[in-house]
């Protein structure tokens, strides 16, 4: 999600979990594969190399230059091998990452286009976030992304 156009230099990398719709969002620095990849390595510490491998087994993406280092948003820093599979959407389909472009949606409720991402907070990231992940789904039977998750979670861990 891009912030206003000539005065922001911030962006938000969107991830929308495709089981359970969960969201995390990271505010980055810059519109760069670079930033992207940093964010990546971010998650991976601090979920541990096994435990994302087992959550993101894949990451669908656009063809923005923001994902053009497949290698660098594969490639784990944990462990030897890789720690996802990155797939790239045909151009002009964002119907592919239908759920994603939903969310982005709702975040524009809190952000408006124009709006300026360098002046957003990381609270006001957070503030949002939960916002999504307790919004109650009809997909998910009107629960929200966060207990489904939190389920999916317990069930993967064995608890």
């Not at 962006?11 to 760069?32: A, G, M, S, W, Y």
Request: charged share 30%; glycine share 6%.
């Amino acid at each position: 999600v891009l912030g206003k156009r000539g005065k922001s230099k911030n962006t938000l990398l969107v991830l929308t979990e495709r089981k359970t719709r969960n969201e995390i969002i990271f505010k980055l620095p810059d519109h760069t594969d670079e930033a992207v990849v940093a964010a990546l390595d971010r998650l991976e510490r601090k979920w541990g190399a096994d435990m994302f491998k087992r959550v993101f087994k894949t990451i669908t993406v656009d063809n923005g230059s923001e994902f053009a280092d497949c290698p660098g948003i594969e490639r784990s820093i944990l462990a030897e091998g890789s720690r996802t599979k990155c797939y790239y959407c045909h151009p002009y389909s964002s119907y592919e990452r239908g759920s994603n472009e939903n969310l982005n949606k709702m975040i524009r409720r809190w952000l408006p286009k124009g709006t300026n991402f360098d002046e957003i907070g990381a609270e006001v990231i957070q503030t949002i976030t939960n916002w999504l992940n307790n919004y109650p789904r009809k997909i998910l039977g009107f629960l929200p992304a966060s207990a489904v998750f939190q389920e999916q979670m317990d069930a993967l861990l064995g608890a």
